[in-house]
Structures are given as structure tokens and as C-alpha cells.
């Protein structure tokens, strides 16, 4: 049934991070053709945005290393689907850009603490590996999306200050990204932190249609904030499908909000995604088979109960 609430957007952009965000952490590689047939499957539910892989060190995140070989598997997917790919420096830059990659995130941190460990950099020196990249993919007429992590919560360093968040976001603009992604790496922010967030960088100077959210669901608070953020005024929303995810140099950092849950939420609010939510389910039933263990998505679980794999009931 849908009832619309007051003062949300008509229409949301979700990206998609399923194949990046979602498979990055999982330790069984899966095979580059499944990954392939995923991203299909995605484009076919109806997502136009769908981050693809990632161009970082394979030693870093093996269950991407296969990069090279993935991205000229979904080149047949029209050119109305974005297909976004994460590259942290000028080497994986070369690499997205040799495959004609046309959008691309690099990925900051609020903390010095993930930056060191998610990038074996300071903060100001992962600033400084990105403005190349930057400079160099708008050259190319490349988009280019800053990720911003820890904008919460960090698990070395606790609650984030809002004042340290805004200077990396600034800076990300600054050296010209063309929008920010803030991470709730590690799921612990609730609704008054977003909206305080938002506004503290509204007030910066950053305006809010820049500006896409992007939670893990760690303590189940992911779709809050989202209603939280759409209440702002944003409507660029990432998710991935069935709540895969997590990042392998944050402790903690559990799955991202589960696609479905928000096609589900946001159709109920009769707020337009473009999305066919039983063919994502059924992607989502199937990508479950090939990891199997059961989708933790509250949506896919209710809609296809007995199409899961059975092994954590
Ligand atoms: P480093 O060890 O400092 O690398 O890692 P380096 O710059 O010293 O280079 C060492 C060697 O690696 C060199 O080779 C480079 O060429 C090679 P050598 O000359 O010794 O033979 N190298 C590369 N090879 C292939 N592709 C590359 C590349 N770069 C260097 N791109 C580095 C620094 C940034 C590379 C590493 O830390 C890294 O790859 N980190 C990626 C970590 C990652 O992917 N994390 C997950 C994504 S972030 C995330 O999930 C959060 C997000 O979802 C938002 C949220 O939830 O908050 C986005
Ligand atoms: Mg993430």
C-alpha cells in the first residue's frame, strides 16, 4: 500500500554497491562470470547505477582482483546504466581509464585511523594521492564521486567530531569531485547525527543535491537514517542488494542497507525508483545460492522465504 509522507523527494537515485561494497569482504571468491551475471541481473531489475568493482591493489581486496577480466564482461549493459568503479590512485586509474571507464570514486576517511588502514596512508597524504586522480578523470570527461568514511563512528577512535567530517568533505570538493558519498562505515549513526551532519555541511557551503548517503546496517538503524536524509532533501541513496557487504579494513563494518529494504520503504512512500523489487529479490535469492547463507535482508527473507539457502536459518 502506498501513503506518501510530507516534504521527501518525488524521485531517488540509488547506486547500487552490491558487486563493490557487497562481495569486497567475502573470503570464497566468486567467479568473475557470476559477478558478470550479477551486475546483468541488477541492470535488469531496473538499477541505473551500479558501482562494478574496484581498481585497488588485489593483495588489499583479492575477491576484486579480478577487475581487469570483470569490467569488459558488462560493457554490453546500455548506456543508461552507470557503471561506476573505485580507484584509489593513479595506477588504478590508468587501469579504469585503459577500460574506458567513465565514472569513477576515490574513497577518503574523516579518521586517521581507517585511513591508515584502509589506505597505509595519513589523511592529508590520501588527500594529496587523490588530487591527481581527480584532476587526471576529469580531463578524461570522467564523474568522479569522493566516498567519505567514518563520518560517524570509528571503531580505533569512537564518535567522529561533525567539525572533521566537513573539512574532508570540503577538501574532496574542493580538488573537484563531482559528489560526496558519506559512509557510515561501521552502521552506528541514528537519524539526529545525519540530519546534524547534513546541515553543519549545508552550512559549509556544501549544498545537499552533492550529496549521497551511504549506510551500513551494523545495528539496524540504516533505513532510519535514510528517512532521516530524505527528509533533508537527498535523494541519492546507496544500498546493496540483499544487504551484502562490509569492508575488510574496518572492524565491525557489516553489511550495507539491503537494496530491497529501501525499494520496499521507498514504494510504500510512493517515491520512484525504477525498480522491479521481485526481479531484485530473485537476484538477490540467487547471489545468496552461489555464498550460501541466506540474505540478511528483512525484505528478501519476507518475500522469498523458502528460496533461501538453509544453512543460518
Ligand atoms: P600501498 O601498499 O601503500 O601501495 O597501498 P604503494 O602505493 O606503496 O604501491 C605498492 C605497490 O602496489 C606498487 O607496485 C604499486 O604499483 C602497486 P611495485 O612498484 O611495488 O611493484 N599498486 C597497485 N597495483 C594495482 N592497482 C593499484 C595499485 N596501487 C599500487 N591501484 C593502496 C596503497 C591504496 C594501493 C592500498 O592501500 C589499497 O589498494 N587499498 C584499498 C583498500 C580497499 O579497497 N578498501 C575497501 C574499499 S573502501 C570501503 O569499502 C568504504 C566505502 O564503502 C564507504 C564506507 O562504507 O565508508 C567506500
Ligand atoms: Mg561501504
Known amino acids: 500500500m502506498t501513503v506518501p509522507a510530507q516534504g521527501l523527494p518525488p524521485k531517488i537515485r540509488i547506486h547500487e554497491v552490491g558487486p563493490r561494497d557487497g562481495l569486497q569482504n567475502e573470503k570464497t571468491l566468486v567467479p568473475t562470470e557470476a559477478k558478470a551475471e550479477f551486475v546483468h541481473r541488477l541492470a ?25 577480466t570483470l569490467f569488459p564482461l558488462v560493457q554490453d549493459i546500455g548506456a543508461g546504466v552507470r557503471l561506476p568503479v573505485l580507484v584509489p590512485n593513479e595506477r588504478g ?4 581509464l585503459t577500460l574506458g571507464a ?18 597505509n596512508r595519513t589523511v592529508a597524504e590520501s588527500l594529496a594521492m587523490f588530487e591527481p586522480v581527480v584532476s587526471r578523470a576529469k580531463e578524461h570527461g570522467a564523474h568522479v564521486r569522493g566516498y567519505l568514511s567514518m563520518c560517524f563512528g570509528d571503531p580505533w577512535e ?26 557510515d562505515t561501521i552502521g552506528v549513526a541514528t537519524p539526529g547525527h545525519v540530519q546534524t551532519l547534513l546541515s553543519e555541511l549545508n552550512e559549509a557551503g556544501v549544498p545537499t543535491d552533492v550529496i549521497g548517503v551511504h549506510f551500513h546496517d551494523t545495528y539496524g538503524q540504516a533505513l532510519a537514517n535514510t528517512l532521516a536524509a530524505l ?7 546507496d544500498a546493496s542488494a540483499g544487504g551484502l557487504g562490509g569492508c575488510p579494513y574496518a572492524k565491525s563494518a557489516t553489511g550495507n542497507l539491503a537494496t530491497e529494504d529501501l525499494v520496499w520503504m521507498l514504494e510504500g512512500l510512493g517515491i520512484e525508483t525504477g525498480v522491479d523489487l521481485g526481479r531484485l529479490t530473485a537476484t538477490s535469492v540467487w ?27
Do not use: Y
Open 93 to 96: 586509474l590508468d587501469r579504469a
Open 102 to 119: 567513465h565514472r569513477i570514486a576515490v574513497f577518503a576517511s574523516a579518521t586517521e585511523s581507517f585511513a591508515k588502514a584502509n589506505l
Open 231 to 237: 527528509q533533508h532533501g537527498v535523494t541519492t541513496v
Open 44 to 68: 535488469a531489475a531496473g538499477l541505473t547505477t551500479i558501482e562494478a568493482t574496484s581498481f585497488v591493489h588485489p593483495k588489499w581486496v583479492p575477491q576484486l582482483a579480478d577487475a581487469e
Open 287 to 313: 547471489m545468496a545460492g552461489i555464498l550460501g547463507r541466506p540474505s540478511p535482508s528483512r525484505t528478501v527473507r519476507a518475500l522469498a522465504p523458502e528460496a533461501q539457502p538453509d544453512q543460518e536459518q
Open 158 to 183: 569512537g564518535a567522529v567530531p561533525v567539525h572533521q567530517v566537513v573539512s574532508v568533505a570540503t577538501s574532496l570538493l574542493d580538488m573537484g569531485c563531482d559528489e560526496l558519498s558519506l559512509g
